[in-house]
């Protein structure tokens, strides 16, 4: 184990040349005995920075420009935050560099830690960079992925253009049977919760009432439904029902339940889904190999993953499966079987996550480590060739801190088979109306400028703010329907 003290000049960028560090050198520790990894920036002009970098017996000093075609704005708040994202950019590359040279490893993405590659691809071509050539040279992203990121952004042409009256709706259900050992999301168990979600499930149908307030008022236009979660088949039937016919006053071709765990789909549910206009679902198995479901706490069998996705198949849903590289236990072989297995039922969205260890999960509570990057890269290149020969194409992807091997999530279609909804959320081009405990809204203007207005994540704290969250809410989309920019908080 090789532990780095690490400390750099630059606060406020702290935390992202931390998660290249980490790549590197998973054991970090902060003003603590250690070999120290040294990043000062020095300015030495308005568009001119040096980065002086030292660990051990190895020092180095990198001189960068900033892009001017980046920083051309006329709103000067806009212009300074793209100033400071050029200068954290250009150093975290100098830092990934250095990195890479003396430890002689390189990773996939080089020096992007964001979640959003595709939406830094997309700025850049808007802005007549060459893209490919910025994303190899300059932030020294792989020439496989880089192919990967044209071929998505690619893909999304068609749906990228949104009307700034275009909104997204979501709804978070974060309650689930029980507790997956990587999960980290804040989502209640249903047996310890069961005397709130009667409650929660009132107030939820009348923010979603609410939002569709919200809508009308406002001449907007809904784009997609996306109730997720947690599991939002958790609930029992009357209180699926409630807010499965709530959601379905928003007029949308695209309706999407994250239906998710095996276990808590019946052909009671899937009936609603299908009354009240559900278009998309999802039936996630994680893997096909049973002893990796009862390692990882799902308490569901294979068997169960082909029988309710057989039952699915008697409606009219196109249907998502998600698969999870790297859980633990499990080699390349049982990856390669689930993909196989996957591929073989033919849904119409496949999602090739690979696992992150984030904290609140018990895999990072029990110290479980995913360094095998080898292996990570094999799992994730395997999914890549088999689901694009079986006639898929990736459509969406995103990141996470501390996912094996630096790699990705990436959400693969069938032609004409994308969800919007998923799109919209990864670049950040439509306005979103969210409900529910956690559930973050979004209101962007011309690309330039997002602001968020957060509901409570506990489902205890959210039930009582009652009429409180759509008070805000309201005031928060009519502000912004006016440009009076300002954010607003539930206290």
């Known amino acids: 184990m090789i532990e780095v003290n690490f400390y750099t000049n630059a606060q406020e960028f702290e935390n992202e040349y931390l998660d290249i560090v980490r790549a590197f050198y998973p054991h970090v520790k902060i003003d603590e005995s250690a070999d120290t990894l040294e990043l000062n920036l020095e300015k030495s002009s308005e ?5 002086k970098i030292s660990f051990k017996d190895k020092a180095k000093e990198y ?43 390189k990773l996939p993405y080089g020096s992007l830690t964001g979640i959003r ?14 893209a490919e050539k910025y994303f190899l040279e300059v932030l020294d992203v792989s020439r496989q992925k880089v192919s990967l990121i044209k071929n998505i952004v690619e893909n999304q042409k068609i749906y990228y253009k949104v009307a700034e009256n275009e909104v997204d709706i979501f709804v978070n259900i974060p309650i689930c ?26 107030l939820l149908v009348k923010e979603i009432q609410g939002s569709q307030e919200i809508v009308k008022e406002n001449n907007l236009k809904v784009r997609s439904v996306y109730i997720g979660g947690g599991t939002p088949t958790s609930l029992d039937n009357e209180n699926f029902q409630r807010v499965i016919r709530a959601c379905s006053a928003f007029d949308v071709k695209e309706f999407t339940v994250e239906a998710g765990r095996p276990d808590t789909i019946t052909r009671e549910k899937l009936d609603i889904m299908s009354k009240y206009g559900v278009t998309r679902i999802s039936i996630n198995p994680q893997t ?46 049982d990856f390669k079987y689930s993909v196989d297995c996957a591929i073989s039922l033919q849904p119409e969205n496949i999602t090739v996550h690979t696992l992150a260890i984030k904290k609140g999960s018990a895999l990072k509570i029990d110290g479980y480590e995913n360094g095998e990057w080898e292996k990570a890269v ?26 094996s091997g630096n790699l990705e999530n990436v959400g693969y279609c069938k032609k004409g088979k994308a969800c919007v909804y ?12 969210a409900n529910g ?17 957060a509901d409570p994540k506990g489902i205890d704290v959210y039930i009582q703010r009652d009429k409180a969250l759509i008070d805000v809410k309201k005031k928060f989309f009519e502000q912004c329907s006016k440009l009076e920019i300002k954010r607003f908080a539930l206290k």
């Open 117 to 130: 590659p595709t939406k830094l691809f997309h700025e850049t071509v808007e802005k007549g960079i060459d």
């Open 437 to 453: 405990a956690g559930g973050i809204s979004k209101r962007i203007f011309d690309k330039n400028r997002l602001e968020r207005l």
């Open 177 to 202: 049977v029980s507790r997956c050992v990587y999960c980290s999301f804040i989502s209640a168990q249903l047996d310890k919760i069961k005397k709130f979600v009667s409650p929660y499930c009132d």
């Open 63 to 105: 001189r960068y420009l900033l892009e001017k075609e980046f920083l051309e704005e006329n709103d000067c708040d806009c212009r300074q935050i793209k100033y400071k994202a050029q200068v954290k950019r250009h150093s975290k590359a100098a830092l990934y560099k250095f990195l890479s040279e003396i430890t002689g490893e």
């Open 378 to 403: 094999a799992m994730v290149d395997y999914a890549y060739e088999s689901v694009k020969s079986a006639g898929y194409e990736p459509y969406y992807m995103y990141k996470q801190k501390y996912m």
């Open 47 to 51: 568009y001119e920075f040096h980065a």
């Open 422 to 433: 998923n799109i919209d959320i990864m670049e950040e081009i439509s306005s979103i109306i």
């Open 288 to 333: 096909f190999n049973q002893r990796t479901l009862d390692a990882i706490g799902r308490s569901h069998s294979v068997e169960e993953i082909y029988s309710v996705f057989k039952m699915a198949r008697d409606y009219d849903f196109d249907i998502n499966m998600d698969l999870i590289a790297m859980l633990p236990g499990e080699n390349v072989d």
